[in-house]
């Protein structure tokens, strides 16, 4: 192709028809030979890779949660044959999974700290947790370590070792000295609750780091409570193919400290099988996102109400033949006297001429109700509170709903007592559970870890049904008193109704109880002798049971 061609295919002056004879021709200067197409040799299996990963990609996305197992489907290798989680979907970095949500974890402490309701209610269960965090003395509130078998007494030198397991947790480890326990940067067992309780009802994430002695074969020497918003979970694969790491400390997208099995517990309160969510829990405030925003909402629009201005919406109207020096001077007027703070919102001012002068204010808004604001928090604050388990009560805060609930009592006290059984009872449960399974195990598998003092039957009851079945004897056996001297006193039932059926069998006893002390071995009154021919309906000289009850007073007082 000459130069010429060129020029008129290119040229702007050149007429229509000289330029698209020239266009093809120079076209079929430049249209490649089929023998150019075809690719080099050395450059065929860079090509034929490309194919092959064209061809995986869209079989994977024609199947995405098919996985074709080779062999008889009985062995699986010690492993579980369903998915567990799904990588195609889930945001991985490679090396571990992030949390797959719309909140981060940096995002969920954000919304706690600056929703003062979902703070107030993770300080109440901190507060409670905090006060089971000593050892339980005399079946009061606290913790204890004991068999798992209920019937099975510690004793001796198994009663001695469970002791001082229970000092173990008290301080964290073996380290007892405070100061030496604080340059290990190892807390309390009240600090340590107190920390894993927050993130736990922040985070769902309460990772329990452990340290092995010296002598891993010693077995544990500690534990810590770890930011559970720093803790990712390894792939399938683990942490570059090293088996034993399943979990990493990432800090600010970097890679901290790498975690085995045996160094880190990660349990989670609220497990999910979806495969979506790689392993991690789902955070009470995760679920309850609108009305989060409602009650921030209510708040920013409450406050406005204070900081931004002081008049409602609406337009000042006035009627008659007013001049526009009048008109500025009662802007000015108006304005210096009832304009917010914040000179957010200004005043309307509308002229109508008219024989007759007047102000009218036309609102076209509705003023600050118990709607925009009281009953709205209330209502969120029920809802939040029942996501938590809590009653509204335990954080000073009214119900939404006025109708009495069946699952409580009418009083106070019975809905604080529910409300420790939906969400108090279930958090220390867990605790009981993850510290039995991973940490008193370790020590002896026939032991538990268990909080006390917390029973769910009230107590009053309790003293009640016990007064009705039991004899002052049997109530001081109980507490390890020995038994009252008198064998009749000792027998006598602590139920009052009871009192009456037992002065008649033994009216013979109190019949004769003025008799010297020469005569009382001898008495027919007591109940090993019988009553004599004749003195069978000898009348008790009271039937008054007010001074027999105020004698078993005298001999036993049931708390």
């Given at each position: 192709m000459?130069e010429?061609?060129?020029?008129?295919?290119?040229?702007?002056?050149?007429?229509?028809?000289?330029?698209?004879?020239?266009?093809v021709e120079?076209?079929?200067?430049?249209?490649?030979?089929?023998?150019?197409?075809?690719?080099?040799?050395?450059?065929?299996?860079?090509?034929?890779?490309?194919?092959?990963?064209l061809?995986?990609?869209?079989?994977?996305?024609?199947?995405?949660?098919?996985?074709?197992?080779?062999?008889?489907g009985?062995d699986?290798?010690?492993?579980?044959?369903?998915?567990?989680?799904?990588?195609q979907?889930?945001?991985?970095?490679?090396r571990?999974?992030e949390?797959?949500s719309?909140l981060?974890?940096?995002?969920l402490?954000?919304?706690?700290?600056?929703?003062?309701?979902l703070?107030?209610?993770?300080?109440?269960?901190?507060?409670?947790?905090?006060?089971?965090a000593?050892i339980s003395?005399?079946?009061g509130l606290g913790?204890?370590i004991?068999?798992?078998?209920r019937?099975?007494l510690?004793?001796?030198?198994?009663?001695?070792a469970?002791?001082?397991?229970?000092?173990?947790?008290?301080?964290?480890?073996?380290?007892?000295?405070?100061r030496?326990?604080?340059?290990m940067?190892?807390d309390n067992?009240?600090?340590?609750?107190?920390?894993?309780?927050?993130?736990?009802l922040t985070?769902?994430?309460?990772?329990?780091?452990?340290?092995?002695?010296?002598?891993a074969?010693?077995?544990?020497?500690?534990?810590?409570?770890?930011d559970?918003?720093?803790?990712?979970?390894?792939?399938?694969?683990?942490y570059?193919?090293d088996?034993?790491?399943?979990?990493?400390q990432?800090?600010?997208?970097?890679?901290?400290?790498?975690y085995?099995?045996?160094?880190?517990?990660?349990e989670?309160?609220?497990?999910?099988?979806?495969v979506?969510?790689g392993?991690y829990g789902e955070?009470?405030?995760?679920v309850m996102?609108k009305?989060?925003?409602?009650?921030l909402?209510?708040?920013?629009?409450?406050?406005?109400?204070f900081?931004?201005?002081?008049?409602p919406?609406?337009?000042?109207?006035l009627?008659?033949?007013?001049?526009?020096?009048?008109?500025?001077?009662?802007?000015?007027?108006?304005?210096?006297?009832?304009?917010?703070t914040?000179n957010?919102?200004?005043?309307?001012?509308?002229?109508?001429k008219?024989?007759?002068?007047?102000?009218?204010?036309?609102?076209?808004?509705?003023?600050?109700?118990e709607?925009?604001?009281?009953?709205?928090?209330t209502?969120l604050?029920?809802?939040?509170?029942?996501?938590?388990?809590?009653?509204?009560?335990?954080?000073?805060?009214?119900?939404f709903?006025?109708s009495?609930?069946s699952?409580?009592?009418?009083?106070?006290?019975?809905?604080?007592e529910?409300?420790?059984?939906?969400?108090l009872?279930?958090?220390?449960?867990?605790?009981?559970a993850?510290?039995?399974?991973?940490?008193?195990?370790?020590?002896?598998?026939?032991?538990?870890f268990r909080?006390?003092?917390?029973?769910?039957?009230?107590?009053?009851?309790?003293?009640?049904?016990?007064?009705?079945?039991?004899?002052?004897?049997?109530?001081?056996?109980r507490?390890?008193?020995?038994?009252?001297p008198?064998?009749?006193?000792?027998?006598a039932?602590l139920?009052p109704?009871?009192i009456q059926p037992?002065?008649?069998?033994?009216?013979?006893?109190?019949?004769?109880?003025?008799?010297?002390?020469?005569?009382?071995?001898?008495?027919?009154?007591?109940?090993?002798?019988p009553?004599?021919?004749g003195d069978?309906?000898?009348p008790?000289?009271?039937?008054?049971p007010?001074?027999?009850?105020?004698?078993?007073?005298t001999?036993?007082?049931?708390?």
């Amino acid at each position: 192709m000459n130069e010429t061609v060129r020029q008129l295919a290119l040229g702007l002056d050149t007429p229509p028809d000289e330029r698209f004879d020239a266009s093809v021709e120079m076209h079929k200067a430049y249209r490649p030979l089929a023998s150019q197409l075809i690719p080099p040799e050395n450059l065929r299996p860079v090509i034929d890779y490309i194919n092959n990963g064209l061809m995986d990609a869209e079989f994977y996305k024609a199947t995405p949660r098919q996985i074709i197992r080779l062999g008889d489907g009985n062995d699986t290798g010690g492993r579980m044959r369903s998915v567990r989680l799904d990588p195609q979907k889930i945001f991985s970095q490679a090396r571990y999974f992030e949390r797959p949500s719309a909140l981060d974890f940096t995002g969920l402490r954000a919304i706690v700290a600056q929703t003062p309701i979902l703070s107030a209610i993770v300080r109440r269960r901190v507060r409670q947790v905090s006060r089971f965090a000593q050892i339980s003395e005399d079946g009061g509130l606290g913790f204890e370590i004991r068999h798992k078998d209920r019937n099975h007494l510690l004793k001796g030198t198994e009663a001695d070792a469970a002791a001082h397991l229970a000092r173990f947790f008290l301080n964290c480890g073996w380290e007892f000295n405070p100061r030496r326990r604080k340059l290990m940067h190892r807390d309390n067992f009240r600090q340590f609750m107190a920390k894993s309780v927050r993130d736990s009802l922040t985070l769902d994430s309460c990772p329990i780091e452990t340290e092995m002695r010296r002598n891993a074969e010693l077995g544990l020497d500690g534990f810590y409570a770890v930011d559970g918003a720093t803790i990712r979970l390894c792939s399938e694969q683990h942490y570059e193919g090293d088996d034993p790491i399943y979990a990493l400390q990432v800090i600010d997208g970097r890679i901290g400290t790498t975690y085995t099995i045996d160094q880190l517990i990660y349990e989670v309160r609220n497990p999910r099988t979806d495969v979506d969510t790689g392993g991690y829990g789902e955070a009470e405030p995760e679920v309850m996102i609108k009305v989060i925003t409602g009650i921030l909402n209510a708040m920013s629009y409450n406050n406005a109400g204070f900081d931004e201005n002081s008049i409602p919406k609406g337009i000042l109207q006035l009627i008659g033949d007013y001049g526009q020096e009048d008109i500025a001077a009662f802007k000015r007027y108006w304005n210096a006297m009832v304009k917010g703070t914040a000179n957010t919102w200004a005043l309307p001012v509308m002229v109508a001429k008219d024989a007759q002068s007047k102000v009218a204010f036309e609102k076209f808004d509705t003023d600050f109700n118990e709607m925009h604001f009281a009953k709205w928090m209330t209502f969120l604050t029920s809802i939040a509170c029942a996501i938590y388990g809590m009653a509204p009560d335990e954080i000073n805060f009214e119900s939404f709903s006025a109708s009495k609930s069946s699952l409580s009592g009418s009083d106070t006290e019975a809905k604080l007592e529910n409300g420790q059984d939906t969400g108090l009872l279930p958090l220390l449960a867990f605790y009981e559970a993850t510290f039995s399974d991973f940490i008193v195990s370790a020590f002896n598998d026939d032991w538990c870890f268990r909080f006390v003092g917390l029973d769910s039957e009230d107590a009053g009851a309790k003293a009640k049904e016990d007064e009705s079945v039991m004899t002052v004897n049997e109530l001081r056996g109980r507490r390890g008193d020995a038994p009252f001297p008198d064998p009749v006193l000792g027998n006598a039932p602590l139920n009052p109704s009871l009192i009456q059926p037992w002065m008649e069998l033994n009216k013979q006893r109190f019949a004769g109880a003025g008799t010297d002390d020469d005569q009382r071995p001898g008495d027919p009154g007591r109940p090993s002798d019988p009553p004599p021919d004749g003195d069978a309906d000898t009348p008790l000289e009271t039937d008054d049971p007010e001074p027999v009850r105020k004698s078993l007073a005298t001999v036993y007082t049931v708390e």
